[in-house]
């Protein structure tokens, strides 16, 4: 990890898209200070942003998945054998870079146990989904890559996204910062009384885009700096319940919010809108 002589190392996994790495390299007043990016990794061919992140000096490798799985064994393609091994795959890649954490920015698949291992308790990963609500038994009610879609048609009055501590349980681990709130609109719920199931899911990918393009970057410099400047502590983290994260505002402050109060459950969340 960093000493106040040095910043952060931070090594970025991503898919085709890396929604804030832009944010992290052109805006974020942080970098080089407390934080470095040294490398970034895609799951496919190539990403969005490679280019751009590539004039900038940062060495970009590409891992593409599915022709990992392609040669592999076809029938451990439902299992976890060839993404364990893709993982350590992984991790033996990113050893040379000697990052000090990982970050998962627009990363489409789980992570399992070899890359877990070679980074433990210093994998994050952004989730456009509020990790705060939670199922009595401890589970986030909205994760994965439906999350936005879930909360909207729960009835959510509005959205957050989060930056958390990955674990082998996807999006269970706890939440580092969350974003200010995205309000739906009240036309989701005209819409859905009239069965327009096109517009609610045009609706649906805006409100998303919304929040990649908003949040994404901000969310994930304010975590880097909360680690980096030791103001939370992963290890702590991952061995204790989930409390509330730290709230990063609109105007970019960022706010400690009852750091020991556990988070409650999604039985005490209150939905504004009717579930259709």
Excluded at 41 to 54: D, Q, Y
Excluded at 153 to 178: K, N, Q
Aim: charged share 20%; net charge negative; hydrophobic share 45%.
């Amino acid at each position: 990890m960093p000493t106040p002589h040095r910043p952060l190392r931070v090594a970025v996994l991503c898919s085709a898209h890396a929604p804030g790495l832009l944010y992290l390299l052109n805006r974020a007043p942080d970098r080089g200070a407390t934080f470095e990016i040294v490398c970034v990794v895609s799951s496919e061919p190539t990403f969005a942003e490679e280019v751009r992140v590539e004039r900038r000096g940062i060495p970009t490798l590409a891992r593409p998945i599915r022709a990992f799985y392609d040669g592999n064994d076809p029938s451990l393609v439902h299992g976890l054998r060839v993404r364990a091994a893709y993982d350590q795959q992984t991790a033996d890649v990113l050893e040379p870079f000697m990052p000090d954490l990982l970050l998962l920015d627009g990363y489409r698949y789980l992570v399992t146990a070899p890359l877990l291992a070679a980074f433990p308790a210093r994998v994050i990963g952004l989730q456009f989904g509020d990790l705060t609500i939670r199922h009595l038994d401890g589970p986030p009610m909205f994760s994965g890559p439906h999350a936005v879609r879930d909360a909207i048609l729960a009835g959510c009055s509005e959205t957050h996204a989060t930056v958390h501590l990955v674990t082998e349980h996807p999006d269970a681990g706890a939440p580092i910062v969350r974003s200010w709130p995205f309000p739906v609109s009240p036309l989701v719920e005209v819409l859905q009384t009239k069965t327009a199931r096109d517009a609610v899911d045009a609706y649906i990918f805006a409100h998303q885009q919304w929040m990649a393009r908003s949040a994404s970057g901000p969310l994930m410099a304010a975590a880097l700096r909360l680690i980096a400047t030791r103001a939370v502590d992963l290890q702590a983290m991952a061995a204790m319940p989930p409390a509330w994260p730290w709230q990063l505002e609109a105007d970019g402050d960022l706010l400690n919010v009852e750091p020991d109060t556990l988070l409650y459950p999604a039985a005490e969340h209150a939905f504004s809108m009717e579930v259709s």
